[in-house]
């Protein structure tokens, strides 16, 4: 049972490198989601996915985009990384939106 | 915006209870979760309540919900050295709002 399935685990960037953090489910669900988690802030909804093809902004999408080209995969890119986007990236999956959502390992991303 | 608050910490000693506090603000929200992240792993789904229930038992785990006063509780009983993580509180309305998380640390 594979689940929510994210890669890498770990990256490091320098400034203005660009890189896209992979995402797949394997649970048929139509909702999936990208988090970014940083220390005392719980986590914060960066983009949200209804189904394939359609994406929709979440709390804090500036300097991100996103690519839904199919029901299992859903991806995150950052076109030109910055320091503040050091944190940890959840992907996430549910059958519906807002329902109880099944979470990914986590990447945790250093940008230098 | 609507916010989910918990405290950031709490420490007990294996063999006693752990209550985790969360209070939310959304009056309309449907489900009410607790989830917990264990170090260097996602967050795992670990329990949740419908809006128009009370209380809810899982083994070690029992959820209160006081609606009216917007504050949900998680109590875990017997915490073993195991129960060690962060635990989050989330509403959902629309979308999943999620507490900063109460790291939980158990001590022998």
């Known amino acids: 049972n594979a689940g929510v399935t994210q890669t890498p685990k770990f990256q490091v960037l320098k400034t203005g490198q660009s890189m896209t953090l992979q995402c797949a489910q394997d649970m048929n669900h139509n909702s999936m989601y990208w988090y970014r988690q940083d220390p005392g802030m719980g986590l914060r909804l960066i983009y949200y996915s209804a189904s394939e093809g359609t994406t929709d902004k979440g709390e804090v999408p500036n300097g991100y985009n996103v690519s839904r080209l199919n029901k299992r995969e859903f991806s995150l890119r950052l076109e030109s990384a910055a320091p503040s986007q050091t944190s940890v990236y959840f992907c996430?999956?549910?059958?519906?939106?807002?329902?109880?959502?099944?979470f990914g390992q986590g990447t945790r991303l250093t940008v230098v | 915006g609507e916010d989910v608050e918990q405290s950031l910490f709490l420490s007990v000693r294996e063999g006693d209870s752990s209550v985790i506090n969360c209070t939310y603000t959304d009056s309309s929200s449907t489900y009410l979760y607790w989830y917990k992240q264990e170090p260097g792993a996602g967050l795992q789904l670990l329990t949740y309540i419908f809006s128009n229930m009370d209380m809810k038992q899982d083994q070690r785990l029992t959820v209160l919900l006081n609606k009216k006063d917007k504050h949900l509780s998680l109590r875990i009983a017997d915490t073993q050295t195991g129960d060690s993580a962060i635990y989050f509180c989330a509403e959902k309305d629309n979308d999943m709002r999620f507490g900063a998380g109460t790291r939980l640390t158990v001590k022998p």
């Open positions: 996430a999956s549910s059958e519906t939106r807002g329902a109880a959502a099944f």
